[in-house]
């Protein structure tokens, strides 16, 4: 294009999809109430984590757990870090939700089936869940 040429018209307005792009909105599944204020920087606001305070039912859930979260907190050790410093337990939880985010929408694209939405997503909650026995 030279200076002569008009400019492209864009497909679609700035900030917009095309029609036949293959985006999820995810504005749509925004609460309100975790809005962050125009003024607080995302990148420490804190997250929704999920309900923290439900223990495992039986012993043998809770020993799953307890094995879960040795496994988990060697990994973490192994990088210098630690789940029982509360910075690092945040940010891994929010990482699951935003994996939990991902798995969302490869599900609404029919990647992955019903099924293995399921299975991925509760074991998403068993790391979540292993974490508080660190």
Do not use: C, W
């Amino acid at each position: 294009m030279t200076a002569a040429q008009p400019a492209p018209e864009p497909a679609a307005p700035p900030g917009q999809p095309q029609a036949d792009a293959d985006i999820i909105d995810l504005t749509t599944r925004r609460s309100r109430s975790h809005a962050v204020p125009p003024h607080a920087s995302r990148r420490f606001t804190a997250m929704p984590d999920h309900d923290d305070t439900q223990l495992p039912a039986t012993a043998e859930e809770r020993a799953m757990y307890e094995d879960l979260a040795d496994q988990l907190e060697q990994r973490f050790r192994n990088i210098r870090e630690t789940l029982t410093d509360p910075r690092t337990a945040h940010v891994f939880k929010a990482s699951l939700t935003v994996v939990e985010g991902l798995l969302e929408g490869v599900r609404a694209q029919d990647i992955i089936d019903a099924g293995q939405y399921e299975l991925l997503t509760a074991m998403m909650g068993d790391l979540r869940t292993a974490a508080d026995h660190v």
